[in-house]
């Protein structure tokens, strides 16, 4: 399983720092993938980043404030959210799959974690 942590309240401008830690299973051979989902909208994948770290991917609406990475030997996906906006609260999730590709193509998910509650708010 995946299980998210690291989700609060924070004031615009603020940062935080996701983790994604895997159980049951070895993350080093999975692609990792953060997907977001506010109240009444679809699902948006915010990054990934492949088995390796070679390759990162980013939505284009987020313009270089948010960075992923992983620690591999901890089974861990990270993602640092900096300069928070009103427009970044939603439920973010991360998810785990050996066939999803970075560079566009997609994929499907093989893990999904339960999310953690992101609120951007003054």
């Known amino acids: 399983q995946l299980v998210e942590s690291g989700g609060g309240l924070v004031q615009p401008g603020g940062s935080l720092r996701l983790s994604c830690v895997a159980s049951?299973?070895?993350?080093?051979?999975?692609?990792g993938v953060w997907i977001r989902q506010a109240p009444g909208q679809d699902p948006e994948v915010v990054s990934c980043?492949?088995?390796?770290?070679?390759?990162?991917s980013y939505a284009d609406s987020l313009k270089g404030r948010f960075t992923i990475s992983r620690d591999n030997a901890k089974n861990t996906v990270y993602l640092q959210m900096n300069s928070l906006k009103d427009e970044d609260t939603a439920v973010y999730h991360c998810?785990?799959?050996?066939?999803?590709?970075?560079?566009?193509?997609?994929?499907?998910?093989?893990?999904w974690g339960q999310g953690t509650q992101v609120t951007v708010s003054s």
């Open positions: 980043i492949s088995a390796n770290s070679g390759t990162t």
């Open positions: 998810a785990a799959g050996k066939r999803y590709s970075c560079s566009g193509a997609g994929g499907t998910f093989d893990y």
């Open positions: 049951g299973f070895t993350l080093d051979s999975y692609t």
